[in-house]
């Protein structure tokens, strides 16, 4: 049980494309789901937390308007990256919560972005 | 089909004991693993790796033991204090080394008790 998809797994665009990856929830209903980046030695950045029916918060340093989020359902998270650059290139990776102390948390398989 | 297990949602502990977490992986390929602590609120923050070139690797009071041939990992804590309470999730890196991509385990739990 609680499983994390995320689709793409890899996507290759040009510089000014934009891409979006779709986070989801398969055996369960995320009351919120959070965007990571990893950056080198696999330290892990959170981008924003997303609550369905709610715009998402962003953490400091993330612009809201490159990385659109959707929360469309208790299921279903979008992130797009808008007017991709080379240095956005990176591995997203999502995890959504079923519980409000959002102590638990399921992760996706990540997707790989290479920007050309 | 989950490819990293952490089979124990949760572990207590006492203070001063040890804590134990466990971790199995299925993919043979992996050939780097990490630990990451989650406080609540928070994202997940790295605490300590190991390559499959070694079976241990050694932080302070944490440890990390690989056996490869059962695929299996663990992080030791000790002396496990109130402050080691958090979630703690094992990763594995997909064949790449160091900058490959991540896969999580479900996470374990940990309170420490004063």
């Known amino acids: 049980g609680a499983v994390v998809s995320q689709h793409p797994s890899r996507v290759i665009c040009k510089s000014g494309t934009s891409v979006k990856i779709e986070c989801r929830s398969l055996d369960f209903q995320a009351t919120t789901m959070f965007w990571y980046r990893q950056f080198p030695k696999q330290s892990l950045m959170l981008m924003a937390t997303?609550?369905?029916?709610?715009?998402?918060?962003?953490e400091q340093g993330v612009e809201k308007d490159k990385f659109l989020i959707n929360h469309a359902s208790l299921t279903l998270s979008t992130l797009t990256v808008t007017s991709a650059h080379p240095e956005d290139s990176s591995f997203y990776i999502c995890?959504?919560?079923?519980?409000?102390?959002?102590?638990?948390?399921?992760f996706g398989p990540g997707t790989r972005l290479l920007v050309l | 089909d989950q490819q990293v297990k952490q089979n124990s949602p949760s572990l207590s502990v006492q203070e001063g004991r040890i804590s134990i977490l466990n971790c199995d992986y299925t993919n043979s390929m992996f050939d780097y693993f990490l630990w990451y602590k989650k406080y609540p609120a928070e994202g997940p923050t790295f605490l300590i790796s190991?390559?499959?070139?070694?079976d241990k690797n050694e932080d302070g009071r944490f440890t990390v033991f690989l056996n490869k041939s059962a695929k299996h990992l663990s992080l030791h804590i000790v002396p496990s204090q109130p402050g080691d309470s958090a979630v703690y999730f094992c990763?594995?890196?997909?064949?790449?080394?160091?900058?490959?991509?991540?896969?999580f385990g479900k996470g374990t739990k940990l309170s420490v008790k004063p």
């Open positions: 997303s609550n369905e029916g709610s715009k998402a918060t962003y």
């Open positions: 995890s959504a919560s079923l519980t409000v102390d959002q102590e638990t948390q399921y």
């Open positions: 190991i390559s499959s070139i070694k």
């Open positions: 990763a594995a890196s997909d064949g790449a080394g160091s900058q490959g991509n991540l896969i």
